[in-house]
Every structure is written in C-alpha cells, then in structure tokens.
C-alpha cells in the first residue's frame, strides 16, 4: 500500500479502512476493534 502523504487525503478513520481492505480483503473485520480504539483514544 503506498501510504507517502495518505493522511493529506484521507481521514484516519478512512486511512485505516483502506488498511484493512488491503490487508484483510474485508472491510467489515476490523470495524468493532476500529471503533473501539478511536473511542478510547477521545
């Protein structure tokens, strides 16, 4: 995945969505663990 200057674009939310689809092939997966860590990160 080319990641030089994907925050410019992308929010994080969407940076890591992209991750997972790269990565996994499933978007969906990694949704709950996701959100979980951007609520406890506010």
């Given at each position: 995945a080319?990641?030089?200057n994907?925050?410019?674009f992308y929010?994080?939310?969407q940076d890591l969505l992209c991750y997972?689809?790269?990565n996994n092939g499933d978007?969906?997966?990694g949704l709950p663990e996701m959100t979980f860590?951007?609520?406890n990160a506010e």
């Open positions: 080319n990641v030089i994907h925050e410019r929010p994080p939310e997972y689809v790269e978007p969906y997966e860590h951007f609520a």
